[in-house]
T-cell receptor, first 112, second 115 residues
Framework: QKEVEQNSGPLSVPEGAIASLNCTYS??????FFWYRQYSGKSPELIMF????GDKEDGRFTAQLNKASQYVSLLIRDSQPSDSATYLC????????????FGKGTHLIIQP | DAMVIQNPRYQVTQFGKPVTLSCSQT?????MYWYQQKSSQAPKLLFH???????NEADTPDNFQSRRPNTSFCFLDIRSPGLGDAAMYLC??????????????FGPGTRLTVL
């Protein structure tokens, strides 16, 4: 059974602070990992992807992967009210063209 | 701009009345996916096409079918919608073979209401 777990929140963070979102996955053979942002009533938007252990930075976003612990995280620096959304963690278990297994998402609220 | 387009954005159907949802893409991606997302739940993969090869998920009900007449278009057919099929239906595409890691890009979704 492929599972991706996230704390549903809401996670409330003051504007300008760092938001830290976490995700664990059950299948040790998982190949690649994705973070999507989803605003209410909208479709998921790809923010970051990571394949190798360690950190990957893109602007205000940093994805972290620890395959030994089966743990993925997303850090958002200098949080803005526009970052308020649900963040979905997704895992490509089989690699290649397989579909993604999603977590239920963490609802993030940035307080002005 | 290259994109994934879904039509209609909102669809209302009656219980048991067949409905077809459409997805098109200008990204020239070879893989197309259909996901179902119910309120406050994770998107759930229904099936995908790798080029012309259809790949069904084991737990996708037979009520759901798909067609891909060409690279650009993919359709989701719900033969007899039930109240439990009310959801957002998301089409996604990826270009398998480039990075090998399958970044997927989503269309805006179709919100299906079943009366």
């Amino acid at each position: 059974q492929k599972e991706v777990e996230q704390n549903s929140g809401p996670l409330s963070v003051p504007e300008g602070a760092i938001a830290s979102l976490n995700c664990t996955y059950s299948d040790r053979g998982s190949q690649s990992f994705f973070w999507y942002r989803q605003y209410s009533g909208k479709s998921p938007e790809l923010i970051m992807f990571i394949y190798s252990n360690g950190d990957k930075e893109d602007g205000r976003f940093t994805a972290q992967l620890n395959k030994a612990s089966q743990y993925v995280s997303l850090l958002i620096r200098d949080s803005q009210p526009s970052d308020s959304a649900t963040y979905l963690c997704a895992v490509n278990v089989g690699g290649g063209a397989d579909g993604l297994t999603f977590g239920k998402g963490t609802h993030l609220i940035i307080q002005p | 701009d290259a994109m994934v387009i879904q039509n209609p954005r909102y669809q209302v159907t009656q219980f048991g009345k067949p409905v077809t949802l459409s997805c098109s893409q200008t990204l020239n991606h070879n893989v197309m996916y259909w996901y179902q997302q119910k309120s406050s739940q994770a998107p759930k993969l229904l099936f995908h096409y790798y080029d012309k090869d259809f790949n069904n998920e084991a737990d996708t009900p037979d009520n759901f079918q798909s067609r891909r007449p060409n690279t650009s278009f993919c359709f989701l057919d719900i033969r007899s919608p039930g109240l439990g099929d009310a959801a957002m239906y998301l089409c996604a595409t990826s270009r398998e073979g480039t990075s090998g890691y399958n970044e997927q890009f989503f269309g805006p979704g179709t919100r299906l209401t079943v009366l």
